[in-house]
């Protein structure tokens, strides 16, 4: 079976923040978000977190519109 990875990146300044991960697995990079956020040792702070979760919601809306838009049935002739 084929991996489908992704990745979100931030970068800060002289910093980057590259986030790997599997489709499928968003739940457990919310939760690298969070983690990352808590730690005090690194400048990726809370609205940094959300800038990238708002990131992942909209990828995820593309992709969801995609697939919607694949499967829905084409119209031959317009309605009247």
Known sequence: MQRNLRQLVLSKGDEKYVFRYESGCEDLLLDALVKQAKDTRTNFD??????????LTQSLIIEADKLLNDKAPQMSEPLE
């Open 46 to 55: 809370w609205f940094d977190a959300a800038v990238l979760s708002f990131k």
